[in-house]
């Protein structure tokens, strides 16, 4: 009895170290030119079908390529539209494994877990590695079946067991029930249907509890989806409630078959797999494919409709529309000095945004309202960080050294930029979230006073960027190191009577302060060296 367990347990752990294997390594692997790849993928409805279909399979989840999908949607590398049949035909890929189980691939396994160990073991090329470790994670995911197998078989000559399942072998609700609460645990549907296949098999479940399992494994599957997908919002809260919705309909229509041909003797799916096999293992097998390659063939006649009713469900949010690129394209690439103009307008997008932080803290506002300065800081690092990735991959290709000049001086820029919306975004923050007396307030509405007329000049300097406007940025953003240490003494040390909150609160502000200048100072000095080299090749 022992041994039967152990051989259980340790090939449910092989499984799900296969599992996990699989997923973390593809996460990996799913760098901006696999994502751009994926997104030039989705123009086609077939390529997108197929490309989900291999994602299920290789992922092993329909949670993690709903979850790799929904990052590239909200980046704005792909549309919801265009994701719809990626989602729905990861399902179908993950269903494959359940046929590939129940074969007789065992010394198959065997040789792809040595070779794929061997692999692992001596490859030292980073750009292999997660590849490799996906084959070794399906080498382990495969030989835990195995396991599995080997150890359910004697459990049908367990005199308890054989009585306990006696008493509820006519119960298909708690069979579904099973399955569903099983998978939620596990969080893997596929893992614990090949459980249930291969206790069939062993004699432990009847066929018709079997199939009612695999019912509830994917309502099951449904309820982890929602559960790891409870915070997100907008389009990326679309795809989770697509794949809630597939298996919620699909578990619906293929009960009511169930039920249909149990009670109406009506030869449906059980019927059917029957005639393409009598192995029993096989025909549990087929019942999964069939659901889930099924439903996927039916969905994809509806796909505009099913975007609409996603749309009203869950509606972009404001954070997602300011993360989309508006200029950026793969295609692009294949121009530097187009890509590069491409790059200065994203650039300069993030840098009219900075003066709208400080709106919410302003006594002087101009009536417009802006959106919450938390909503664009995390909108506006989203569109940084692809900002970065597009630049990065442009130094991949063969330029000149007067445009790999221009392509540095154009990073450097990004980074500047970068660090200046995120101390703009600190120093809003501190003011927004301190309360402090009456005194400092003085100070604080000065500092925000100046720093918003200096980052006006700052986006007329990008608009337009002639050496006057530039150099009137740099003139006021001249080093004033000296007044500002004498406005800090005034306000720190007078007879104020500050409280110690107080001082330290203006103490970082007004260092804050100092160092957006002193960047927005290079930005400027850089934007200048830009501009000159421009005026060069002109000439």
Known sequence: MWEVLGLIVAGLGLFFVGVKMISEN???????RLRMLVARWTQSQLLASLGGALSGFVTQ????????????TSS???????????????????SILVLLAVLDIKYAVMLLLGVAGISFAFSKSVKYRYAVGILLG????????QMIRSGASPLAEVSWLQSFLYRIKGSYVLAF???????????????????????TEAGLFSVDQTIMLIYGAHVGSSLTTWFLGSGLKGTSRQLVVLQVLFNIVGVILFVSLFYLE???HVPLVKKLVSM???????QMAYVVLIFNFGIPLVLSFFLDPLHRLLVKISPPTQEEDLSKLQFLHDQALNDPETAMDLIEKEQLRLVKRLPG??????????????????????ASTVVATEIQSFSIDLVDKNLSHRTSERLLNLQNRHSLIVSIEDNVYQLVRTIDQTDCSARPQELIHNVVEGLHTILLTTVDAMESPEEYNIDLLISITEDRGDLMERIRKMYLTSERGLEVADKSTLLYLTNLYERIVWLIRRWATLLKSAHRLNQKDKQ
Do not use: D
């Open 26 to 32: 593809a996460k990996q692997m799913a760098s901006r």
């Open 61 to 72: 989840s329909t949670s993690a390529a709903t979850f790799i999908v929904a990052g590239l």
């Open 76 to 94: 704005g590398l792909m549309t919801v539209r265009k994701a719809l049949p990626i989602i729905i035909w990861a399902n179908a890929g993950c």
């Open 138 to 145: 399906i080498g382990l995911l495969f030989y835990g079946l």
């Open 177 to 199: 029930i099973v399955g569903l609460l099983l998978t939620f645990v596990s969080q893997t549907a596929i893992g614990i249907v090949i459980v249930a296949i291969t206790m």
């Open 262 to 264: 149990v009670l109406g």
């Open 276 to 282: 393409i096999t009598l192995e029993l293992e096989q």
């Open 357 to 378: 932080y400080l709106e919410s803290i302003r006594v002087e506002k101009t009536g417009e309202e802006s959106p919450p300065y938390e909503t664009v800081h995390n």
